[in-house]
Structures are given as C-alpha cells and as structure tokens.
T-cell receptor, first 113, second 111 residues
Framework: GQNIDQPTEMTATEGAIVQINCTYQ??????LFWYQQHAGEAPTFLSY????GLEEKGRFSSFLSRSKGYSYLLLKELQMKDSASYLC??????????????FGKGTKLSVKP | DGGITQSPKYLFRKEGQNVTLSCEQN?????MYWYRQDPGQGLRLIYY???????QKGDIAEGYSVSREKKESFPLTVTSAQKNPTAFYLC??????????FGEGSRLTVL
C-alpha cells in the first residue's frame, strides 16, 4: 500500500523557523508536492521537488531525499498568517495528469505571538 | 481572472436525494479532479478526467458520478448510494502532471 506520514500538529512562535517533515513509502515516485491550506479554504501550491536537494522560494524551502523517502518544508520568519495546514503529496508515476497523486493527512501549524 | 469556480459553497441535502456540485474552470486546463476531504484525513480522489468525454475512477468513486462534456466543466453528482456524503468537496485542475489548482470548495451536509 501507499503510505505518507506527517506530524498531525505543530506549534511555533512568530518570527521563528519551523520544519515540517514528511516521510513516504510508495510503489512509485514522480515528485513530491507541498500545499498550504487555511481552515475552510482551498489548498494552494507551495513547492515541488523531483530531484534530491533543497528548493528555496522566499521564506519557504522544501527538501527531498529520494533514497530516504523523506521531505521537509522549512518556513522561516514565521508570521501569524502562516497558521494553516500543510499537505504533503506524492505523485506515484508519470502520467498525463495527477490521477496518481497521494496526499498525506496534513500538518496543522499554529503560530503563536 | 482565471480560476476555478465551485458552487454552491454550502449545500444541505436530505437522505435519499441526489445532489450535483458544479465546477467550472477558465484556465484552459485539460485535466480536472474531484477530491473529498474529511477531518483528520488526507484528500481522497473521487474521479478525474484528462480530456473531454473521458474520466476515470479514483480511490473512492462509489456513490458518485461525473461527466465531462466540455473542457471547462466537470460536475460531480453525489447520489443516494453514497453512504456518508457529508464532507468538504474540492474540485481541481492541472496542466498535465503539473501542480493542482483548487476551487474554493463545496461543503455538503446531509440532514
């Protein structure tokens, strides 16, 4: 079966740095996505990694190690608006769509003043 | 502005009734998807469509039906056969295997 694990909840302080981990055991791999979802709203795309290493995009960075089945999302200079759920998703194989995308249960991040 | 529009945002249904959720996109994306989100669970794929007049079942298609008569539209019908339909439903689209763009969601409650 396919398995993606993320911590259920995390708490961090405004201005700090937080790392959200995602581990996966899947039958295939064609990239890993991170999405942000505020409560009651739609997810929005944050990052995509298909090769090992770190991808940096402003305050957010995402890392991938395919050999370890591991990714993390790093949020720097935390702001109150970063309070949201962060969804890790693995694309199982290459295809003409994302019909083989598997989502983790998400990590709810609370940023405190 | 380009985007995905879902309607209605909130919907109440009596047991035994079918309901249809609308999803329209003007992003010119070929692929469209329907997901279901329940508290404490990851997004689960109901149906997806890569091209007009073609669609495939996802992991939890039982009790749901879709159509794809136009590129822009991918409505989802929640039938009375769906045993636990109360959930948050998300429509999405993509360019091939690229990132998903989501609509605002439709929250269905069965009374």
């Amino acid at each position: 079966g396919q398995n993606i694990d993320q911590p259920t909840e995390m708490t961090a302080t405004e201005g700090a740095i937080v790392q959200i981990n995602c581990t996966y055991q899947t039958s295939g791999f064609n990239g890993l996505f991170w999405y942000q979802q505020h409560a009651g709203e739609a997810p929005t795309f944050l990052s995509y990694n298909v090769l090992d290493g770190l991808e940096e995009k402003g305050r957010f960075s995402s890392f991938l190690s395919r050999s370890k089945g591991y990714s993390y999302l790093l949020l720097k200079e935390l702001q109150m608006k970063d309070s949201a759920s962060y969804l890790c998703a693995v694309a199982l194989n290459y295809g003409g769509s994302q019909g083989n995308l598997i989502f983790g249960k998400g990590t709810k991040l609370s940023v405190k003043p | 502005d380009g985007g995905i529009t879902q309607s209605p945002k909130y919907l109440f249904r009596k047991e035994g009734q079918n309901v249809t959720l609308s999803c329209e996109q003007n992003l010119n994306h070929d692929a469209m998807y329907w997901y279901r989100q329940d508290p404490g669970q990851g997004l689960r794929l109901i149906y997806y469509s890569q091209i007009v007049n073609d669609f495939q079942k996802g992991d939890i298609a039982e009790g749901y039906s879709v159509s794809r008569e136009k590129k822009e539209s991918f409505p989802l019908t929640v039938t009375s056969a769906q045993k636990n339909p109360t959930a948050f439903y998300l429509c999405a689209s993509s360019i091939g295997a690229g990132a998903l763009f989501f609509g605002e969601g439709s929250r269905l409650t069965v009374l």
